[in-house]
């Protein structure tokens, strides 16, 4: 776990109070012991160091302090339970655009992946759309899906991956309401999406090229779901949108692989 995300809990006097399922997961899951250290994402963004004060296995709580100087902690032995790179090392997305994917909905089990793996990228805003191949049963499991548990996902997904970015998946959309919330985003932003078959399609560096990295605040990949993508879904993406279709030259991908192959491919070509 690079950091440990605070939700809801309340800092006082530089102590705080973890319970309930965060409880559980910090004594059953992490094991963390009376000294450890814990890199802390405030609900602010900020990131500060810790160290486990206090474990009640009574009450049922882990009581934190936060260290006044955000790189040391005093302790024992200075026992971290964050194993390799620290999650304040973690700087390759200060300075980063801002990402969008666009998923038409996939069955469940494949869009909570989905989700997981768009958050370890650092991915901004992830928007469930009901595209005209998505099942009508995996439609209505995402409108009745808990958000408690996307929440969870992604919360767990940053704690291990140590991103900065504060995810959100948004309820299920129309493409014409995703789309007209991407065109109420603020100009500089570039809209790619992943197409299997190579007509209308553009290379990709040649159009960050003509935008200019440093010209790019955000952007959005959309991607099919098990059916792909339909050809008026292109069309309505790239007049209303203004996205460009993009064709890679590998072999056919997964719904959940080709989200995770194109956002890494947009990111390597503009990071």
């Known amino acids: 776990m690079r950091q440990f995300i605070l939700d809801k809990q309340k800092i006082s006097n530089g102590l705080v109070q973890i319970d309930g399922k965060d409880f559980r997961y910090l004594r059953q899951v992490l094991r963390v012991k009376t000294g450890d250290m814990l890199s802390l994402r405030l609900t602010n963004g900020e990131l500060v160091q810790s160290t486990v004060a206090k474990i009640d296995e009574k009450a049922k709580l882990v009581l934190l302090q936060i260290c006044a100087d955000s790189g040391k902690c005093s302790g024992e032995d200075n ?3 964050t194993r390799g790179v620290q999650a304040a090392e973690l700087n390759a997305m200060d300075s980063a655009p801002e990402f969008w ?8 089990p494949k869009f909570e992946q989905i989700v997981r793996q768009a958050t370890e990228c650092g991915v901004t805003k992830i928007i ?5 191949y998505s099942e009508k049963s995996s ?4 409108e009745g899906a808990k958000r408690e548990r996307l929440e969870r996902i992604v919360k767990e997904a940053r704690q291990q991956s140590g ?6 998946v948004f309820p299920p959309l129309s ?6 919330k991407w065109n109420e985003a603020s100009d500089s932003k570039l809209g790619f999406v992943l197409y299997e078959r190579t007509d209308r399609t553009v290379e990709l560096r040649d159009v960050i090229n003509q935008a200019g990295k440093e ?3 955000k952007v959005c990949v959309c991607c099919g779901c098990e059916g792909g993508i339909s050809p008026a879904e292109i069309e309505f993406l790239c007049e209303k949108g203004l996205f460009h279709p993009i064709h890679f030259a590998v072999n056919i991908l997964r719904a959940e692989t ?3 192959y194109g956002l890494a491919a947009v990111q390597t070509s503009i990071l």
């Open 79 to 81: 026992r971290s339970i």
């Open 258 to 260: 080709a989200a995770l």
């Open 101 to 108: 994917l666009f998923q038409m909905i996939t069955k469940a």
């Open 139 to 142: 439609i209505l499991a995402q």
């Open 163 to 168: 991103s900065p970015v504060a995810t959100e």
């Open 175 to 180: 493409l014409e309401e995703a789309v007209s």
């Open 215 to 217: 010209n790019i605040k």
């Open 128 to 132: 469930p759309i009901k595209g005209e």
